[in-house]
């Protein structure tokens, strides 16, 4: 999974390549470069690191052309090297390529393309596409007859754009199972393996499907069937997103900003249409089984989702983590799965999405990012509408995600009569007041938050703990401290803890609770349990509680105390506050906040 950018135009494309593939950068960012067509043939410069380090390093400003592809990497096959690095030059020169995905017989080609006298320059799947074209050019001396004759040979899954030098008046792209977008422009159009790759200069697209293939000029494109060859009619995609939503502004980094987006994004996520909700409901009605599915954060949102369903409509469907569905779940015709994934995505998700589709099952997503494969492969789509997310860890799109569930319990609820209409009507009410409760809280908490992880960023170890649904609350938080902070952070039931991980709790151990109001009384009783086991035995409790908690205040050694809010949300106002919790002390550990190590936003490689 990687960031893809090809542009072609009447006018230079330098600075919008450059720019594109930064807009990229969140989908890999280990290696990047450029390839430009100009008048001497095709210009490579690429490098290890981030995009403005190669920027400036190679002088990326200082190539010219019209006609570009250019990427973003997240390794998987072949180390982090300049070599690695794409796009990927042909022996010769003539042809260069990036690409996403991985070719799965590249081995027995490039040991056949080797045994022909190739001189392979990098270890990757992807330079073997590249010497394919070249040599199938040479026999027909025809671009895209070259690019279909060395599609035929590889396996495996794949989004690629090539350019060459043959050709000053086209880019060829193809599609399988890895994304890829076309973006019209006016005389110039985009490729890109997702709208942000172009999304500043065109909300117009056209979404490739699998096993299709493009020839793009400046002022057309054609999109064709690879095995029929055929020419394929497809709709055009308006883009409805506010690109302002993709600056920075005065925040410092983009995890900070987005958690301060997360009162628009909940206005969002409350403004989608209530059919779009009921069809959900229905669905989950008419259906024998119904699994929720994520991966990540979506996973953790999925098993809230779990607890909301069960307490508000009576109804259990299993939370499944995405990479682990296909082995245990016995999907039979006419079970449900929902799918909840950000980017529409993730290679987990959608493989089981796919594979349950096989077996009969109808399928339903909650998806941001328009345009993207699960949206586009399952029954009905609920697009969350919450802009683009741009830092690695989900905050603003997991929220909305959690309220979209959040209003599908209580509608099945209601009608499965287990809320009377003035229940729902209160907690609806309730849900309006959201997004300002958010907003004041986030301002009136993030000095406290900060002096907390000023005071705790050195501890190594933390468990974090919660009852009901703020297990979950509590897994999703230690995600996104371990994923933002790289320390450890382990969540669990606080009821769990006495099974075993007792015998860790040590002074230098930190326990972050997340204590429900004292009103929800049974799970309060259970979560005040597990802290006197830790208090006991010497551990170090930090803490966030309700007002008026004073029993919870008494034992905790740091506290945040948030203001009385309606049982419902409470859940959700902790875990935004921990996503400010886990920002702060990536801050003072001065991490890669936006981008942190190893990670990479959208994984499309199973
Ligand atoms: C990756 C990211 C996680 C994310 C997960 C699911 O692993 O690093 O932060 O939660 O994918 O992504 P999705 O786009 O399907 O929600």
Redesign the pocket.
Known sequence: MCGISGIIDHHPVTRNLVTSIANLEYRGYDSCGMALLNGKGIEVRKNTGGVQEVRSREKLDNMTGNLGIAHTRWATHGGVTPENAHPHLSQSGDFAIVHNGIISNYQKLRESLIGEGIEFRSTTDSEVFVNLVEEAYEQKKDVLGAFLEALKQIQGTYSIVLLSAHDPENLYCVKQDSPLIIGLGEGCNYIGSDINAFLEHTRKAVVLDDGEFAVISRDSYEISDVGKREEREKSILQIDWDTETTKKGVFSHYMIKEIFDEPQTARQALDVPQEQISQLVEMFQNAPRAYLM??????FICQMAQYLFSSLSQRYFPAIS?DEFNGVVPVVSDDLVL????????F??KFSLNSAREKGARTAAI???MGSS?SRLVDHVIMQGSGPEIC???TK??LA?ALLLLRTALELGFREGCLDSSTLRDHVQELETFPELISKLLNEKSGFLRNLARTTSSVQNWIFLGCGIYFPVAMESA?KMK?VTYLHAEGMPAGFLKHGTLSMIEASVHSLFFIPPPADVELHNRTMIAIEEIKTRGGTLVGLHFEGDSQAASLLDHAVALPEVPLLLAPFVEMILAQMFAYYTALDLKRNIDK?RN?????TVG
């Open positions: 994520g991966v990540g954060t979506t996973f995405a799918a909840v994934s950000q980017s529409g995505e993730t987990d998700t998806v941001n990012v699960i690695v860890v989900s799109a997991a995600q995600l994923e942190p990670l990479a936003k959208s994984v």
